[in-house]
């Protein structure tokens, strides 16, 4: 059975830092591009960032560039969302999510294109 298990989440002050991580069981894990989602209270879900499996190019949502980093170690199975200078409005659900050899013209952003997603981890930005 496809797990994505997500680990690091928390209450964190405005300014800190966390790191998210992805414990995949998808083998090869080098064979899939992987991404973060986040869902905030009363809001949908939406693109974080992803990271390609092909060349471990990365994408970021607007907001989030420069503040995100997202990195994989395929020796561990394990992608991670590293987050600095949070804000509140960065309270959300975050979720893991894979594809497996998406096609080149893959949108990223796209939910529908991931095929596997985890259960999310909680983060809490306090003021």
């Known amino acids: 059975q496809v797990q994505l298990v997500e680990s690091g989440g928390g209450l964190v002050q405005a300014g800190g830092s966390l790191r998210l991580s992805c414990a995949a069981s998808l083998r090869p894990f080098s064979t899939y591009t992987m991404a973060w989602f986040r869902q905030a209270p009363g809001k949908e879900r939406e693109f974080v960032s992803a990271i390609s499996w092909k060349d471990d190019n990365t994408y970021y949502a607007n907001s989030m560039k420069g503040r995100f980093t997202i990195s994989r170690d395929n020796t561990r199975n394990t992608v991670y969302l590293q987050m600095n200078s949070l804000k509140p409005e960065d309270t959300a659900v975050y979720y893991c999510?894979?594809?497996?050899?998406?096609?080149?013209?893959?949108?990223?952003?796209?939910?529908?294109?991931?095929?596997?997603w985890g259960k999310g981890a909680l983060v809490t930005v306090s003021t």
């Open positions: 999510a894979a594809v497996r050899y998406p096609v080149e013209t893959m949108v990223f952003e796209k939910q529908s294109e991931y095929d596997y």
